[in-house]
């Protein structure tokens, strides 16, 4: 099973350069709305070649724009919320350059920072402004950084800066927190790409691996009217640490929610 993984997601890849990336380039710049769908497919095509099922409880908030604020576990934190929906997403300049992810990155409109470069914040959140106020849903990871996904880090107040601006104006997009979580449907598993690691072998074993589910929570959305970023941040960290409170937790009869059996399909 996993060679046919690769070969699936080799060749899914070589389809995408040679037929998706002109298209989605074109509608992208034509303001066409097949953009979307192109998007969410590829993403949902790529999710199910790794071996990773996604499951969203909740839903984002009715009114548009949605500024949704996640925690972040892995590289596939972006391919699973974007099989969901057409996000526009932030991240770091280097993303740009990776393997697959960088292709998927800029398939998605993402937006680019340069880590460290204070001159570079402002041109950020305005093109994040931008991004909201011409109608999308923008997707921040708000640690900085990935993690174990054992605990949610520290959400950095800077991230809410658009927020700040918006609000300023008389402008109140939706703050929609979102909580991921990996699992073997058992129990937690670590999906993350971090450290020595390079990124073939480590795709590789998520192939092996398989059938991980990705478990995404939509939490109610928090309002945003009267409060500084600072307030933001600590509000959306602790309703994402909530959410993964309630999947570690334990369901109506007792059973810890990881440990639910799912019914075999065979």
Same mark, same amino acid.
Not at 160 to 188: H, K, N, Q, W
């Given at each position: 099973?996993?060679?046919?993984?690769?070969?699936?997601?080799?060749?899914?890849?070589?389809?995408?350069?040679?037929?998706?990336?002109?298209?989605?380039?074109?509608?992208?710049?034509?303001?066409?709305?097949?953009?979307?769908?192109?998007?969410?497919?590829?993403?949902?095509?790529?999710?199910?070649?790794?071996?990773?099922?996604?499951?969203?409880?909740?839903?984002?908030?009715?009114?548009?724009?949605?500024?949704?604020?996640?925690?972040?576990?892995?590289?596939?934190?972006?391919?699973?919320?974007?099989?969901?929906?057409?996000?526009?997403?932030?991240?770091?300049?280097?993303?740009?350059?990776? +393997?697959?992810?960088?292709?998927?990155?800029?398939?998605?409109?993402?937006?680019?920072?340069?880590?460290?470069?204070?001159?570079?914040?402002?041109?950020?959140?305005?093109?994040?402004? !931008?991004?909201?106020?011409?109608?999308? !849903?923008?997707?921040?990871?708000?640690?900085?950084?990935?993690?174990?996904?054992?605990?949610?880090?520290?959400?950095?107040?800077?991230?809410?800066?658009?927020?700040?601006?918006?609000?300023?104006?008389?402008?109140? +997009?939706?703050?929609?927190?979102?909580?991921?979580?990996?699992?073997?449907?058992?129990?937690?598993?670590?999906?993350?790409?971090?450290?020595?690691?390079?990124?073939?072998?480590?795709?590789?074993?998520?192939?092996?691996?398989?059938?991980?589910?990705?478990?995404?929570?939509?939490?109610? +959305?928090?309002?945003?009217?009267?409060?500084?970023?600072?307030?933001?941040?600590?509000?959306?960290?602790?309703?994402?640490?909530?959410?993964?409170?309630?999947?570690?937790?334990?369901?109506?009869?007792?059973?810890?929610?990881?440990?639910?059996?799912?019914?075999?399909?065979?």
């Amino acid at each position: 099973m996993p060679y046919l993984r690769a070969l699936a997601f080799a060749l899914t890849l070589a389809g995408a350069f040679v037929f998706l990336v002109p298209l989605q380039l074109l509608a992208r710049r034509r303001g066409w709305p097949i953009q979307h769908a192109i998007q969410t497919r590829f993403c949902r095509a790529i999710c199910a070649i790794i071996g990773i099922r996604v499951e969203a409880q909740g839903a984002l908030p009715s009114d548009a724009p949605r500024f949704v604020v996640a925690n972040h576990v892995s590289w596939t934190d972006i391919i699973a919320l974007a099989s969901l929906s057409p996000f526009v997403f932030l991240a770091k300049r280097e993303v740009a350059n990776w +393997p697959v992810l960088g292709l998927l990155a800029r398939l998605q409109g993402t937006v680019f920072v340069e880590r460290g470069a204070r001159q570079d914040v402002a041109r950020v959140n305005d093109s994040l402004v !931008d991004v909201m106020r011409a109608g999308g !849903d923008l997707v921040v990871f708000p640690e900085g950084t990935s993690s174990d996904g054992a605990d949610v880090l520290p959400f950095r107040s800077a991230h809410f800066a658009p927020l700040e601006a918006m609000a300023a104006r008389g402008e109140t +997009p939706a703050l929609a927190p979102v909580a991921i979580a990996y699992s073997d449907g058992a129990r937690r598993i670590d999906v993350g790409w971090y450290g020595d690691m390079t990124f073939l072998p480590h795709l590789w074993s998520l192939m092996k691996r398989g059938r991980a589910q990705c478990q995404i929570i939509f939490g109610a +959305p928090i309002e945003t009217k009267g409060k500084d970023r600072k307030a933001l941040a600590a509000e959306a960290r602790l309703s994402v640490r909530e959410s993964l409170a309630l999947l570690d937790g334990a369901d109506g009869d007792g059973a810890p929610s990881w440990r639910r059996e799912k019914p075999s399909s065979s």
